[in-house]
């Protein structure tokens, strides 16, 4: 009988690392959720698949927490999904910032490189290394040119994870993931900022919404998508680094047209301009190339811009309902 592989996720309290955990258990893999140590339990995104996943302490910041992980579980994969991933914080903790989204890299891939150098790697990249864009669209060929402490720290990380690979022959891949959105992504991020409103509003229960800059434009795809797309990176023959993105770019404007014209309202009688809202530095056009990924992994998007900040805004109205529902019972 085949030994059941066994993979370790960091961050699967977070948006992608749900998604992930989900994935990777549907595929029949033993997972291992890394978590880190906070006064109140943050299981919302996981607590669906809690029984089934073993979750550890463990923390960036601390590298004896990632070797004993390793050494006791044995993980034959490992994806790094954790990090301080919000770009404002990036300039309100920039230090933070570069010791787990940058250093932390450094320190599970060493702990790697001691425990277990067969254990295949996944480094969560960002589109924002591309930050003030040298190239349209963006490839994995296009130079970084990043726009925060956030973008800057994922340069860290995207290079230390081809040295590694390079200096001590780790299967080690890194994918350039474009922004990707889910009912489950962060209050904090435009989209979802944008479709909680949008229901608020329509439920009467909120007037406006502020918001910074309408003029940038994302590449935005659907996070379920996006975590296949890690694993099916550690299936290849050959570690190696990949853009993974929809192709179509959108602006903010855009966005609040689709979220509140879904619901039958006007986005320009609600929306306004936060000055607070605005970056010290902005990434003005994001849009990528994802051939590559579409030619060597076979992956391709399956939802658009437009479903799915519908079922984001679906989403949004039926967790307030509910929500409506308990305050008054
Ligand atoms: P989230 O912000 O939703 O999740 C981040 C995760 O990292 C959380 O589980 C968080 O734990 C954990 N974490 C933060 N600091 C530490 C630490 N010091 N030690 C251990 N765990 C820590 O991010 P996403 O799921 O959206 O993104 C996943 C990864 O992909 C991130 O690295 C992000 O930068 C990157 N990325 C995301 C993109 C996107 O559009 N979503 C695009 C490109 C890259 P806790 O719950 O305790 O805070
Ligand atoms: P990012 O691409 O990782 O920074 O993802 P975000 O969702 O945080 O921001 C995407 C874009 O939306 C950026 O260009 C922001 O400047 C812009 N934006 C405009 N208004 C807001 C806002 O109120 N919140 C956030 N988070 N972004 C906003």
Redesign the pocket.
Known sequence: MSKRKCALVTGITGQDGSYLAEFLLDQGYDVIGMVRRTSTVNFDRIRHIQERVKLVPGDLMDEVSLMAILREHRPSEVYNLAAQ????TSWAQPVLTGEVTALGVTRILDAIRMVDPEIRFYQAS???MFGKVQEVPQTEKTTFYPR?P?GVAKVYGHWITVNYRESYNLFACSGILF?H?SPR?GL???????TYHVAKIKLGLADR??????D???DWGYAPDYVKAMWLMLQQDQPDDYVVATGKTHS?RR?CEVAFGYVGLNWEDYVY??PA???PA???L?IGDASKARRQLGWTPTVTFEQMIELMVEADLEALRHEQVHVRA
């Open positions: 991933s919000f770009v404002p960002s589109s924002e925060s956030y922004n959105e992504r904090e991020f435009v989209t979802h900022k944008v919404v502020p918001l910074g800059n309408l940038s434009q994302r903010i966005l301009v936060n809202d605005l970056r902005e990434v003005d994001l």
